[in-house]
């Protein structure tokens, strides 16, 4: 029983963790693509991703 509360209170501390576990059980598949990219994407790096005018790799990547 103290693992799942270890769990819980792990993903609580943490939305990163919260948003890519709902993801991969796929409970965001009502959110458009973009704006899921936008919120991952600043998660992961830290900053917000340019769709208009992509410079990084990880940008170009997300704008394909």
Do not use: Q, V
Not at 20 to 30: A, K, M, Q, V, W
Request: zero cysteines; glycine letters at 6%.
């Amino acid at each position: 029983m103290s693992k799942i509360i270890a769990a819980h209170k792990l993903l609580m501390n943490n939305p990163k963790k919260i948003f890519i576990t709902l993801g991969r059980n796929g409970l965001l598949g009502f959110i458009p693509d973009k704006i899921y990219l936008k919120i991952a994407f600043k998660l992961e790096t830290g900053y917000n991703i340019n769709f208009k005018h992509p410079r990084t790799y990880n940008e170009k990547l997300n704008w394909l």
